[in-house]
């Protein structure tokens, strides 16, 4: 079946303007995770997202950045006001069971200039 | 503040030897697992233990865990060229957010 999906693959963008990165997660898994990888680091816990919960948030780095999950599935990440910094790769992952094995999207690429 | 720490940062051996790669973690956790990254993008899960279990293996895989140390190693045995990636582990504790090391790149010389 269809694995996880991220879009866009790419997006530079100038600093201060906002981004919006897509995550489509596998059918029916009740979790999802955006983490952050900056180049040759490890991946940087954002958000986790299970089921109707209230999402643990508390790997966002600033108020400038949220994150939603609507129906349970798609997910987006917003940054408002991009700073140089942002500049990573954002990789979302989901899993069916809590916790479990993660399946990963092959991430999206964010240049600020 | 991440959980698990690999070791070495880097690691270079020829192609058919052994490649041992060490994991440390701080608290008490669920499970621990390991993920291959190629081109730093989506990584791959290789390997789940719990943390009830000693023991792993799967093909050339082989996951120890020492919860006592708080630690676990990968051993890939008989390394080929495309085993050249980063390695990452992985633990869960009681809240069930994953967290990851910084990894180990591992390179496989011809």
């Known amino acids: 079946g269809a694995g996880v999906s991220q879009s866009p693959s790419n997006k530079v963008t100038e600093k201060g303007k906002d981004v919006e990165l897509r995550c489509d997660p596998i059918s029916g898994h009740t979790a999802l995770y955006w983490y952050r990888q900056s180049l040759g680091q490890g991946l940087e816990f954002l958000i986790y997202?299970?089921?109707?919960?209230?999402?643990?948030k508390s790997g966002l780095p600033s108020d400038r950045f949220s994150a939603e999950r609507t129906g349970g599935s798609v997910s987006t990440l917003t940054i408002q006001r991009t700073q140089q910094e942002d500049s990573a790769v954002y990789l979302c992952a989901s899993s069916s069971t809590t916790p479990g094995t993660q399946y990963f999207g092959p991430g999206t690429r964010l240049t600020v200039l | 503040s991440q959980q698990g720490e690999e070791d070495p940062q880097a690691l270079s051996i020829q192609e058919g030897e052994n490649a041992t790669m060490n994991c440390s973690y701080k608290?008490?956790?669920?499970?621990l697992q390991w993920y291959r990254q190629n081109s730093g993008r989506g990584l791959v899960h290789l390997i789940l233990?719990?943390?009830?279990?000693r023991e792993k293996h799967s093909g050339r895989l082989r996951v120890t865990l020492d919860t006592s140390k708080k630690s676990s190693s990968l051993l890939i045995t008989a390394s080929r060229a495309a085993d050249t990636a980063s390695y990452f582990c992985a633990t869960d504790g009681r809240d069930d957010k994953i967290i990851f090391g910084k990894g180990t790149r591992l390179h496989i010389l011809p």
């Open positions: 608290t008490s956790i669920n499970n």
């Open positions: 233990i719990r943390s009830n279990e």
């Open positions: 997202f299970q089921g109707n919960s209230a999402p643990d």
